[in-house]
């Protein structure tokens, strides 16, 4: 099933190295940024995974359903966790200078720098080898106080060390609310700095046994493409249909 997501969007003809891709959630959870983690694993990329609200557990049981393991990529430092979760767990032995989440306890000028830094330090030992970022849930930030103007720095920072290192993708997923008028902002801003944009709906007409949800594919760069499609998410994938071939 990933090798249908990845021909819908057309990453199996198109370089994503040197790309950003904007995953735009208006449901709960993305299959997406799932299908493109399996992708890197598949594709031998290594992976610097930064999550606000998920364990390495989530996705390591996410990822062997999907047919990769991401603790075994872990121990041969082929993948990164960077995890919110386990920081405020251990907060007490957690509030230092060098902390990526040191903004939840120290309120700073410059808030997300420390997180910046440290996935800048995993990509500069990864520079000879491809690599995606992958940051999961960037809303997050927003709804821990993070002012809008510093989260988009830290996208456009995360952007600039893709393009500056050539061989490197950003996959950045962020969930969108109708009455949550900061996010959408935030998102509409990131999706002009992202090369693909993928826009996720639940369906209008309420839940179906046949279909999940909707999707927008729309290339920022050349092909310069929009299209549209339905999915359905399993146990182990998700699979992609054109509107009104879903029975087929």
Not at 186 to 195: K, N, R, T
Request: aromatic share 10%.
């Amino acid at each position: 099933m990933a090798d249908t997501v990845m021909k819908a969007l057309m990453l199996d003809k198109i370089q994503i190295d040197g790309k950003s891709v904007l995953i735009v959630q208006h449901s709960d959870g993305s299959p997406f940024v799932h299908s493109l983690l399996t992708h890197s694993a598949r594709q031998g990329r290594r992976i610097c995974l930064v999550s606000f609200s998920q364990s390495i557990g989530y996705y390591h049981n996410v990822g062997t359903r999907l047919g990769w393991n991401l603790n075994n990529l872990l121990s041969k430092n082929q993948a990164v966790f960077i995890g919110g979760l386990h920081t405020l767990k251990n907060s007490f032995q957690s509030q230092c200078p060098s902390n990526p989440f040191n903004f939840l306890f120290n309120p700073a000028s410059c808030p997300l720098q420390a997180l910046f830094l440290a996935i800048e330090s995993v990509i500069l030992g990864w520079i000879e080898q491809p690599f995606s970022v992958v940051i999961d849930e960037l809303d997050c930030l927003l709804n821990l106080g993070i002012e809008p103007k510093e989260v988009i720095k830290f996208f456009q920072q995360c952007h600039s060390l893709i393009q500056t290192y050539s061989n490197g993708s950003l996959v950045v997923s962020i969930g969108v609310t109708p009455l949550d008028k900061e996010i959408t902002q935030c998102s509409m801003l990131l999706s002009h700095w992202s090369d693909l944009i993928l826009t996720e709906r639940g369906l209008q007409t309420g839940k179906s046994r046949e279909l999940t949800g909707t999707l927008t594919v729309k290339w920022n760069v050349s092909p310069f493409s929009e299209q549209h499609f339905h999915f359905k998410c399993f146990d182990r994938g998700v699979k992609m249909f054109a509107p009104g071939t879903a029975v087929l």
